[in-house]
């Protein structure tokens, strides 16, 4: 069961093959047996879960069901869920149950899935090897020596070992996409706007998304249709029409064109990577798609600019952590000052204290114009040099990190090191973009490597087309890891 696509599992549901009761066993039972070794699960919801399958095996005997109902799946714990705990892979909201549910939650539970857990995640979504959470690192099911990046590493990870067949994530410099790549799954971050912040906590609010996890495109697409839409309360929520993600995944990709920037491939990039990309354009021009050389000039300020907005946001938004209204506490404050600090020392991690830091520091006075302000004038020539790419192009195509999944402990002392994670992820975020990222097979080491496809402002559909297209032609999103490990 647990090899199966949405779409299968789907089809399964409706002829009665199995109901959504006995998948969702299958899938808790799975967790019981692999994830003490993975650790990509923070909190396990076993009872919610059979109960929502059961209304789901009900409604699916009424005549009521859609495409994803019965299916379960797993959501970062960074979406608030009423009544179970909501982390974010931190301490500080080691004790936080939140009284709603997020925009996402709500949607995915009226389209009938079953959510079975919350998964584990770097701290606040700072990272990108998941060896940031207060609740330990999550292990690569393609090679438990290695990390599964992050940092949505939980939610690649149960998906890449088919503990669930999807999961949702969250975007805000690479965190679906990169994590997706290092474990072989695909995932997607959709156009800034395009699915609700709302009761997501917040990093980098410009640049925050939620997104899709799962095995192909197509499911990627089934998921968006359940995710995606406007929500009175998320103030950046955009307002569009209805749409069916799926929709042109049939078509071919004749007359299609795809940009291959040349700065996607400099020194920086793993040989072996780079041979898997240019293996992947093989395809897609034997697909009909004609490759076209593009240049994205500004491309190698998006790093530097990233790592000065997103700090800065997030320093703006974890200032709500202050141990009096909600979070972690310390013990016996002497006075208000002291319970300020202690709280904060006590609850955050390092690498978000020291993004805390960065980010007051670009905002003070004196340094905001020197760094603040010119990162967000870099930020709008990234924008530009896609808006002139996409003159050219239906979409752009490239690997989604310069390197596979890399050993426990070999980046974590480098801030520096880790944040080059994000090369070619940051920019997409920094223009509001929708990407996506395919596994395209395997580098010299036997790791996975991935293929990042990027589109048009709200263009998902054609890039799950390409997508989709991709995978028709390829087998490498069904190379599923060897396990029970
Ligand atoms: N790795 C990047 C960071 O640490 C991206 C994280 C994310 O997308 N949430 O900020």
Redesign the pocket.
């Known amino acids: 069961m647990h090899t199966l696509s949405l779409a299968a599992l789907a089809a399964c549901l409706a002829k009665r093959e199995f109901s959504s009761v006995e998948l969702t066993r299958h899938c808790l039972d799975r967790i019981d047996r692999l994830d003490g070794h993975l650790n990509s699960f923070i909190t396990i919801s076993r009872d919610s879960a059979l109960a929502q399958a059961a209304a789901a095996d009900q409604r699916i005997r009424d005549g009521r069901a859609g495409p994803l109902t019965g299916i379960p799946y797993a959501n970062k714990d960074i979406f608030c869920t009423a009544g179970i705990l909501t982390s974010c892979g931190s301490k500080m909201l080691a004790n936080f149950i939140a009284p709603y549910d997020a925009t996402v939650v709500t949607r995915l539970a009226e389209a009938g899935m079953v959510m079975v857990g919350k998964t584990n995640m ?1 701290e606040f ?4 090897s998941n060896e940031t959470s207060h609740y330990g690192t999550v292990r690569n099911p393609r090679n438990t020596e290695y990390v599964p990046g ?3 590493g939980g939610s690649a990870a149960a998906v890449a070992a088919r503990l669930v067949p999807a999961a949702t994530g ?7 996409r ?1 994590p997706a790549a290092l474990c072989g799954v695909s995932g997607l971050k959709p156009t800034y706007g395009r699915v609700s912040r709302w009761g997501m906590i917040a ?2 609010s410009s ?2 998304q939620g997104g899709p996890i799962a095995g192909d495109a197509e499911d990627l697409a089934l998921l968006l249709n359940a995710m995606a839409g406007h929500d009175p309360r998320d103030g950046t929520s955009v307002r569009r029409e209805d749409e069916d993600f799926t929709r042109l995944l049939a078509g071919d990709l004749r007359g299609m064109r795809f940009g291959v920037p040349r700065e996607f491939f400099t020194d920086g990039l793993d040989a072996s990577v780079a041979a898997r990309i240019e293996a992947a354009f093989a395809d897609l021009t034997r697909l009909g798609a004609e490759r076209v050389d593009i240049s994205l000039p500004n491309m190698r300020h998006a790093i530097p600019a ?2 000065v907005i ?1 700090p800065a946001e997030c320093s703006s938004n974890l200032a709500r952590y202050d141990g009096v209204r909600f979070g972690h506490r310390c013990a016996a404050p002497r006075d208000l000052e002291d319970l300020y600090r202690r709280s904060r020392a006590e609850g955050f991690g390092t ?1 978000v204290k020291r ?1 805390i830091l960065v980010g007051t520091y670009v905002l003070s006075h004196g340094y905001y114009d020197a760094y603040y302000l010119r990162a967000q004038r870099v930020r709008r020539l990234i924008s530009e040099d896609f808006r002139r790419a996409f003159e050219q192009v239906d979409f752009i195509a490239g690997p989604t990190t310069p390197d596979t999944a890399f050993r426990f402990g070999e980046k974590s002392s480098d801030p520096v090191a ?2 080059l ?2 090369v070619y ?2 920019a997409v ?1 920094l223009a509001g973009l929708p990407a996506l990222s395919l596994p395209a097979g395997r580098a010299g080491n036997g790791l996975p490597t991935g293929l990042q496809l990027i589109g048009r402002p709200f263009d998902e559909a054609r890039l799950l087309q390409a997508a989709h297209q991709f995978q028709q032609q390829t087998t490498w999103h069904r190379d599923v890891p060897q396990l029970p490990l």
């Open positions: 770097d979504a700072m990272g990108s992050g940092s949505t969250t975007d805000t410099g690479g965190s679906i990169q990093y980098a640049l925050d990233y790592y997103a690498e993004r880790m944040y994670c994000d992820t940051t975020n």
